[in-house]
């Protein structure tokens, strides 16, 4: 792939949530308003018409008010969430056409996600949580525990690989989770408020890392 081509594209993407929501995106190209939507057929139009092209080597920054579907919508490149219609390509995958073990596979070995509420094991220490991605790839617990404790240094917090999630404040439990989506040194990086918990001081620190 060379680098003018896209990484990620997002084509005519729609979610609508509701138990007959292919039947509504007739109406959503229509133009209906989300309102209306709700008010009528009892369904939430989440996503109209998305069209992204995302480079290698680039950041897309999703911006929008609270509830305009910027969560949603990033959850699409991993399928947390399945469109209602549209395609999502990935390195040249349409992963809408992936079963469950292929999709597993893309996971593992080309994304990881940032998550806005942490998301990490609470019955594993920092140590075991930071280096997830390299122990579902199966790589030896020796380098796993290596890798993991080179990006929890990175992000602060060497001397924590012993300790477990609730024994950190929320901003700590955050920067494990970057350190997590840094050991997997994946392609594609998600990120849903990755920032949220840090004060300005770590924030701008954590952002420098990343880039």
Not at 51 to 61: F, L
Not at 152 to 165: F, K, M, Q, T, W
Request: aromatic share 4%.
């Amino acid at each position: 792939m060379s680098m003018t081509e896209s990484f990620v594209s997002i084509r005519n993407l729609y979610k609508i949530f509701g138990n007959n929501a292919s039947a509504m995106v007739s109406y959503a190209k229509a133009g209906m308003h989300k309102k209306d939507m709700l008010q009528t057929h009892g369904h939430v139009l989440g996503l109209r018409d998305i069209n992204v092209e995302i480079k290698k080597g680039e950041i897309t920054v999703i911006m929008g008010l609270s509830g305009s579907g910027k969560s949603t919508l990033i959850r699409h490149l991993n399928r947390l969430v399945d469109p209602t219609a549209g395609e999502i390509i990935v390195n040249g995958t349409d992963i809408m056409k992936l079963d469950r073990a292929r999709l597993q596979q893309l996971r593992r070995t080309q994304m990881s996600m940032v998550f806005q509420k942490f998301a990490l094991l609470p019955h594993e220490t920092v140590l075991r949580n930071a280096g997830m991605p390299c122990s579902v790839r199966g790589d030896g617990r020796a380098k796993t525990d290596e890798t993991a404790r080179k990006w929890l240094s990175r992000v602060g917090l060497a001397g924590s690989e012993a300790l477990y999630p609730h024994q950190l404040s929320g901003g700590m439990q955050q920067r494990v989770g970057l350190a997590r989506a840094l050991t997997s040194n994946s392609e594609l990086m998600l990120m849903d408020e990755a920032y949220s918990a840090l004060d300005p001081l770590i924030r701008s620190s954590m952002q420098d890392l990343l880039l």
